[in-house]
């Protein structure tokens, strides 16, 4: 492998030529996939040695190439690989809490972490308190002897809060707390968790690393070996283990990340920009909006955007944001992002959260692909004039 961290050249640059193996006389230009749960050893002894991997869930050249990359995306010390975004969000909380125990999470989160939270954790004994997203320094309040891990996901799913990352995760610091955020919207590309003092940043890789709306595979990348030995034992303990040929896929979508990354974001701006001056629409939740109320904290912590938000529609009936959302041609209609496809869905059936009331309006939310902006932005006119 040509690995080993390179700060100085583009990101675009680094993915394209990290975690390859090195040319030799006809070399493939990614590590090949092997499948395997059998390892095989000539001689007994080897079997048990601690230095290699000795059976197929340990992983494979693969997954040790996309733990590089990952690693690299966010400047982590380590990175441990999930079967799904999910996973990640779950499995890292797991390595950190124990019955008694207290943790926080941002009320914006993604609906199954949360239900992880009030389900999972309290059955373990473990006490789950949701905190305003826009709490920042005020966390220290809610902070006890016993919180063990901070939660944030910043911009927030659905609603799109931005968080005040430092502020948050120095308390969480100082009080002895493990701090994880979910930066899936970001891709790492315009955030970096990490370098605001977050302990452990997770991606739902399913997004834009699968970039194809057709694996699920996750990530958490850590700032320091000793927290990610603690993922990496978890991960063990429970059997953690993802394909070799999904890992394959979120690898291969690495190299072209950032272009699509850049499209998706610019295309995601250019909607939400057409969006805030429609007669439709009350009010758009994009954080790269100039009237989003959190855009100051958004330009100050990030680079750029991603290609996920939200509006909030004047008030209409849910059966004519349906017939709105039906009448979409280029929009799929399905959950995620980050995909070469376009995608909407309504929003309030599953919004969930203390402060939905507080919406003026039904909220549909958009992830762009990889079309034309112009070609959305007819798709959308077209589809308010045929549900009008
Ligand atoms: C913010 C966020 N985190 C995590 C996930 C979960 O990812 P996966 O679908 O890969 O399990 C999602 C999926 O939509 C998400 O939007």
């Not at 709490?135 to 809060?161: C, H, K």
Request: proline share 5%.
């Amino acid at each position: 492998m040509t690995d080993g961290r390179d700060n100085q050249h583009d990101a675009s640059t680094r993915f394209a030529h990290l975690g390859r193996p090195r040319p030799g006389l006809g070399t493939p230009v990614n590590p090949a996939v092997e499948r395997a749960s059998t390892l095989l050893f000539e001689r007994s002894e080897d079997l048990y040695r601690d230095d290699i991997r000795g059976y197929g869930r340990h992983g494979s050249n693969v997954h040790d190439a996309l733990k590089t990359l990952f690693c690299e995306l966010e400047g982590g010390a380590t990175a441990q690989l999930y079967p799904s975004g999910v996973m990640a969000c779950t499995q890292p909380v797991l390595s950190f809490v124990k019955p008694g125990d207290h943790v926080l999470l941002t009320d914006s989160a993604y609906g199954p972490t949360r239900f992880f939270g009030q389900t999972f954790l309290r059955q373990m004994g473990v006490e789950l308190e949701l905190y305003d997203p826009h709490i920042g320094a005020g966390i220290a309040d809610l902070m006890r002897d016993t919180t063990s891990v901070v939660l944030l996901e910043s911009p927030g799913s659905l609603t799109f809060e931005i968080q005040d990352i430092p502020a948050i995760c120095a308390v969480a610091r100082e009080a002895g707390a493990v701090s994880i955020i979910d930066n899936t919207w970001s891709a790492g590309l315009t955030l970096n968790p990490l370098a605001l003092g977050a302990d452990i940043s997770t991606h739902s890789a399913t997004k834009y690393f699968g970039g194809h709306g057709d694996l699920l595979f996750g990530a958490a990348i850590c700032a320091g070996e000793e927290h990610g030995a603690k993922l990496a034992k978890t991960a063990k303990q429970l059997g953690v283990a993802s394909s070799p040929d999904d890992a394959y896929q979120v690898l291969r979508g690495f190299r072209s990340v950032t272009t699509r990354f850049a499209k998706q974001a610019a295309t995601a701006q250019a909607l939400a920009i057409w969006l805030g001056q429609h007669a439709e629409v009350l009010q758009v939740l994009h954080p790269g909006h100039p009237d989003h109320p959190d855009h100051a904290l958004w330009q100050r912590d990030f680079t750029g955007g991603g290609c996920l938000f939200s509006v909030v529609l004047t008030e209409r009936s849910h059966a004519r944001v349906d017939a709105f959302i039906n009448a979409l041609r280029l929009f799929g209609i399905g959950y995620s992002y980050g995909g070469f496809e376009s995608l909407a869905i309504h929003c309030d059936p599953q919004l969930k959260r203390r402060h939905a009331d507080a919406l003026p309006g039904p909220l549909v939310r958009f992830a762009c692909g990889l079309e034309d902006a112009d070609d959305l932005i007819a798709d959308i006119e077209q589809a308010f004039a045929a549900s009008a």
